[in-house]
């Protein structure tokens, strides 16, 4: 979970008051965090650090002294500015001559940007190493490692407008990059630079590299890599700064900008808009101006309130608990079956983003009632435990794999295109892919457990041989008609890897395995990719395929480098329970 560092004057100044940390900690759970580490006492309230650990990962707004300090100021009850007037879509717009051109060959590479201005008074120290956090915070967790979101801080009064955000020659342009003194070229600071070394992996693969220039071709930076050490190098005492932000997703990005307006808003600076014009679509238009509101209400019930959380809230404390969350909400009457009942919409502050259900309206009503004032309440049903038939059926088939040999395994759910579709040789139509991870290596869900044993299988060159191993686990695919559209089964995956392993060894398994688990199957020939032709065959049960055996093809063993032989099989257990 993320975690920060507040400087204690500039967090209790944040608040407008300050509190003793005992009364702290019972105060940070409404910002979902908790308090990690007290300061020095022995070190002057300017150098004092507050260390707080954030507990969930789905507002990033709170990642940063002033998203939490506004949090708990709001809580309690304290005003703070009036958000909607920095959105350039409520009048905001005044954009004059600031003018970002983006340039049409960015479509493939990194294609969009949002940029704003913040003015009014000079950044002191305290404030500066704020913004260095939220910055690496947002780019980092939020982010994807700068890979979806990357921001940069420039001093716009050494900037000429308009400026370009092109794409560039890598071998062919330089610059001088912060920490250097020398100019470097664009690839030598994927290669020589600390922060090249740190993200070049983004960029290493691209033609062109996307740079940022103003009108007197000045560098400001090479996004999301690295700034300038002319115009990206902000110091104490800066007064008029220039915050971008590129990226692949435009929600995300005008999310971000977001909250990072609103954080510098609290602290008295003036928010003004850039204009950034794109040649393509966003999918919020072409041109865009941040801050900028975007998000869309969500509705629900007092009476959907009180049912999940148990209580007999009326409707003004629910109001009010909503308010201390820093939203605006509609209230209209709308009786149900004779009984006093409210539709409750939500429009939620320009800095949040995580209100896709009404559940996630109900948990802010028990936030901001606080957590600690719903009573413990005894359970009023007699239950007794027990385990499902499916895990009773599924350790019977766990103790049947241990004697017939083989050794069991426990792997992810999450991983790669490559592991589970290309090396595995499918298509991947019914792979269900993750809409926003955090790595491509954790982008999709397993189709089935074949994939994690080759994984396994293919560090496994050094073990002695004959390999046998197994795993009972969940895999779950695309399935239309299922009310989600995906389902989840439990499965049996095995594999021995051996010079002799063949076809008959492992259907003499598969035999002794389902007659065990009390169950009568015939085979037919399958035409399974993963497995050789001829060599394979599917298991039916009551008429339905429940698993699939054979001799892995040649193409699949290359793809994961294993050089030795090998049979498996894949049975549904669900099908066999």
Not at 380 to 392: I, K
């Given at each position: 979970?993320?975690?920060?560092?507040?400087?204690?004057?500039?967090?209790?100044?944040?608040?407008?008051?300050?509190?003793?940390?005992?009364?702290?900690?019972?105060?940070?759970?409404?910002?979902?965090?908790?308090?990690?580490?007290?300061?020095?006492?022995?070190?002057?309230?300017?150098?004092?650090?507050?260390?707080?650990?954030?507990?969930?990962?789905?507002?990033?707004?709170?990642?940063?002294?002033?998203?939490?300090?506004?949090?708990?100021?709001?809580?309690?009850?304290?005003?703070?500015?009036?958000?909607?007037?920095?959105?350039?879509?409520?009048?905001?717009?005044?954009?004059?001559?600031?003018?970002?051109?983006?340039?049409?060959?960015?479509?493939?590479?990194?294609?969009?940007?949002?940029?704003?201005?913040?003015?009014?008074?000079?950044?002191?120290?305290?404030?500066?190493?704020?913004?260095?956090?939220?910055?690496?915070?947002?780019?980092?967790?939020?982010?994807?490692?700068?890979?979806?979101?990357?921001?940069?801080?420039?001093?716009?009064?050494?900037?000429?407008?308009?400026?370009?955000?092109?794409?560039?020659?890598?071998?062919?342009?330089?610059?001088?990059?912060?920490?250097?003194?020398?100019?470097?070229?664009?690839?030598?600071?994927?290669?020589?630079?600390?922060?090249?070394?740190?993200?070049?992996?983004?960029?290493?693969?691209?033609?062109?590299?996307?740079?940022?220039?103003?009108?007197?071709?000045?560098?400001?930076?090479?996004?999301?890599?690295?700034?300038?050490?002319?115009?990206?190098?902000?110091?104490?005492?800066?007064?008029?700064?220039?915050?971008?932000?590129?990226?692949?997703?435009?929600?995300?990005?005008?999310?971000?900008?977001?909250?990072?307006?609103?954080?510098?808003?609290?602290?008295?600076?003036?928010?003004?808009?850039?204009?950034?014009?794109?040649?393509?679509?966003?999918?919020?238009?072409?041109?865009?101006?941040?801050?900028?509101?975007?998000?869309?209400?969500?509705?629900?019930?007092?009476?959907?309130?009180?049912?999940l959380l148990g209580s007999d809230f009326d409707i003004e404390k629910v109001k009010d608990a909503l308010i201390r969350m820093g939203?605006?909400?509609?209230?209209?009457?709308?009786?149900?079956?004779?009984?006093?009942?409210?539709?409750?919409?939500?429009?939620?502050?320009?800095?949040?983003?995580?209100?896709?259900?009404?559940?996630?309206?109900?948990?802010?009503?028990?936030?901001?009632?606080?957590?600690?004032?719903?009573?413990?309440?005894?359970?009023?049903?007699?239950?007794?435990?027990?385990?499902?038939?499916?895990?009773?059926f599924s350790r019977k088939a766990k103790t049947l794999m241990v004697g017939l040999g083989y050794q069991e395994m426990i792997f992810?759910?999450?991983?790669?295109?490559?592991?589970?579709?290309?090396?595995?040789?499918?298509?991947?139509?019914?792979?269900?892919?993750?809409?926003?991870?955090?790595?491509?290596?954790?982008?999709?869900?397993?189709?089935?457990?074949?994939?994690?044993?080759?994984?396994?299988?293919?560090?496994?060159?050094?073990?002695?041989?004959?390999?046998?191993?197994?795993?009972?686990?969940?895999?779950?695919?695309?399935?239309?008609?299922?009310?989600t559209g995906t389902i989840t089964r439990q499965h049996l995956g095995f594999l021995t890897a051996a010079a002799n392993a063949n076809?008959?060894?492992?259907?003499?398994?598969?035999?002794?395995?389902?007659?065990?688990?009390?169950?009568?199957?015939?085979?037919?020939?399958?035409?399974?990719?993963?497995?050789?032709?001829?060599?394979?065959?599917?298991?039916?049960?009551?008429?339905?395929?429940?698993?699939?055996?054979?001799?892995?093809?040649?193409?699949?063993?290359?793809?994961?480098?294993?050089?030795?032989?090998?049979?498996?099989?894949?049975?549904?257990?669900?099908?066999?329970?």
């Amino acid at each position: 979970m993320p975690k920060i560092e507040c400087n204690e004057k500039l967090f209790f100044e944040a608040i407008g008051k300050k509190y003793t940390y005992d009364v702290l900690e019972d105060l940070l759970p409404c910002a979902k965090a908790e308090l990690d580490e007290k300061p020095d006492m022995s070190q002057s309230e300017d150098e004092r650090v507050v260390k707080i650990e954030l507990n969930d990962t789905n507002r990033p707004d709170l990642w940063s002294t002033n998203g939490v300090a506004r949090q708990i100021k709001l809580h309690e009850g304290g005003k703070t500015v009036d958000y909607m007037k920095l959105m350039s879509n409520h009048g905001n717009n005044d954009y004059g001559e600031r003018i970002v051109e983006v340039d049409p060959e960015l479509k493939d590479i990194r294609p969009y940007m949002v940029a704003f201005m913040i003015t009014g008074k000079a950044i002191d120290d305290p404030m500066l190493k704020d913004i260095i956090q939220t910055q690496e915070k947002l780019a980092w967790n939020f982010g994807r490692k700068r890979k979806s979101i990357s921001m940069g801080v420039y001093r716009i009064d050494q900037i000429k407008f308009p400026v370009k955000y092109h794409a560039v020659d890598p071998d062919k342009t330089s610059f001088v990059p912060l920490q250097c003194d020398a100019p470097m070229t664009c690839r030598q600071i994927l290669t020589d630079h600390p922060k090249g070394k740190d993200f070049g992996w983004i960029l290493q693969d691209m033609k062109k590299f996307p740079l940022l220039s103003d009108a007197k071709d000045e560098v400001l930076s090479m996004a999301p890599i690295i700034n300038s050490a002319t115009l990206g190098a902000v110091q104490v005492g800066d007064k008029d700064l220039m915050v971008e932000l590129t990226g692949d997703n435009i929600e995300n990005l005008i999310l971000s900008a977001n909250i990072v307006a609103c954080d510098f808003a609290d602290q008295g600076y003036e928010i003004k808009p850039i204009l950034v014009k794109h040649p393509y679509d966003t999918g919020l238009g072409k041109d865009i101006m941040v801050p900028y509101y975007f998000q869309p209400t969500t509705k629900t019930t007092l009476g959907a309130v009180n049912k999940l959380l148990g209580s007999d809230f009326d409707i003004e404390k629910v109001k009010d608990a909503l308010i201390r969350m820093g939203n605006t909400i509609s209230v209209v009457p709308e009786p149900v079956e004779g009984r006093e009942d409210y539709t409750i919409t939500l429009s939620p502050a320009p800095y949040r983003n995580d209100f896709l259900h009404e559940v996630d309206i109900i948990e802010d009503v028990m936030i901001g009632c606080n957590v600690s004032a719903f009573e413990p309440r005894t359970p009023q049903d007699f239950t007794v435990g027990r385990l499902l038939p499916l895990t009773e059926f599924s350790r019977k088939a766990k103790t049947l794999m241990v004697g017939l040999g083989y050794q069991e395994m426990i792997f992810n759910y999450v991983g790669s295109k490559k592991d589970y579709v290309d090396n595995m040789l499918i298509d991947g139509s019914k792979v269900i892919e993750i809409a926003n991870p955090m790595s491509e290596n954790y982008q999709f869900i397993r189709p089935e457990i074949l994939s994690s044993l080759c994984r396994a299988e293919a560090g496994s060159a050094n073990a002695m041989y004959p390999h046998k191993i197994f795993e009972i686990g969940k895999v779950a695919y695309l399935k239309e008609d299922e009310n989600t559209g995906t389902i989840t089964r439990q499965h049996l995956g095995f594999l021995t890897a051996a010079a002799n392993a063949n076809f008959n060894t492992l259907a003499s398994e598969v035999s002794s395995l389902v007659y065990f688990l009390d169950h009568e199957y015939t085979v037919v020939e399958s035409e399974d990719p993963r497995f050789i032709p001829g060599r394979q065959a599917a298991l039916m049960v009551n008429g339905k395929q429940a698993g699939v055996f054979g001799e892995l093809h040649p193409q699949v063993l290359e793809n994961w480098g294993i050089t030795t032989p090998c049979v498996a099989g894949e049975l549904d257990l669900e099908e066999l329970i």
